[in-house]
């Protein structure tokens, strides 16, 4: 089993959709979770920070269930703009280790 | 603050040639990282350091080196590059007030795409 495991999409959605995305973590003891946005041929930026009692920002929903070992992000109202790759990021306690998943690509249709 | 710096932004090497990475960050970060992405795949950690005069080897150290003799500086050395080093490097910073509290949000520089021929 991958430490990280996304599905790679692509995601194809209409504007306005709400789309849902998952990521897998495989070690129990990981500390700390965001989710990172990345345009074509960008460097990753932070999108948000993921917390035990989730987050919302805007548009944008992080939750945590530490039990499953999942995190997700939730886009609502999709805006054509949201289109990118979306980057789970899973770090171990006392930064042993950061793992990034491969991304979920998301492009959002006219 | 210019964020994380990283020169040069394209290169091509002839395989066997070395060549250096620069990557340095303005923000006083104590935490610097090196990561290769290859097409369509995650970003893999080659090496990071937790402060001037420490490094430690991530998940693809081999055929890299490293050295953190500033705060802001962290470059990246290829001896003898591979066509297999063929990649978008990307450097990045964060910051942690501790040893035991995780470090916060990283920050990129915008990449350098290496092509070995």
């Known amino acids: 089993r991958k430490e990280v495991e996304q599905d790679p999409g692509p995601f194809n959605v209409p504007e306005g959709a709400t789309v849902a995305f998952n990521c897998t973590y495989s070690?129990?003891?990981?500390?700390?979770f965001f989710w990172y946005r990345q345009d074509c041929r960008k460097e990753p930026k932070l999108l948000m920070s993921?917390?035990?009692s989730g987050n919302e920002d805007g548009r944008f929903t992080a939750q945590l269930n530490r039990a499953s070992q999942y995190i997700s992000l939730l886009i609502r109202d999709s805006k054509l703009s949201d289109s990118a790759t979306y980057l789970c990021?899973?770090?171990?306690?006392?930064?042993?280790?950061?793992?990034f998943g491969i991304g979920t690509k998301l492009q959002v249709i006219p | 603050n210019a964020g994380v710096t990283q020169t040069p932004k394209f290169r091509i090497l002839k395989i066997g040639q070395s060549m250096t990475l620069q990557c340095t960050q303005d923000?006083?970060?104590?935490?610097m990282y090196w990561y290769r992405q290859d097409p369509g795949m995650g970003l893999k950690l080659i090496y990071y350091s937790v402060g001037a005069g420490i490094t430690d080897k991530g998940e693809v150290p081999n055929g890299y080196n490293v050295s953190r003799s500033t705060t802001e500086d962290f470059p990246l050395r290829l001896e003898l590059a591979a066509p297999s080093q063929t990649s978008v490097y990307f450097c990045?910073?964060?910051?942690?007030?501790?040893?035991?509290?995780?470090?916060?949000?990283?920050?990129f520089g915008p990449g350098t795409r290496l092509t070995v021929l």
């Open positions: 923000m006083n970060h104590n935490y």
């Open positions: 990045a910073s964060s910051y942690s007030k501790s040893p035991r509290e995780s470090p916060d949000t990283q920050y």
């Open positions: 993921v917390y035990s």
């Open positions: 070690n129990s003891a990981s500390q700390s």
């Open positions: 990021v899973v770090m171990s306690p006392f930064y042993q280790k950061v793992t």
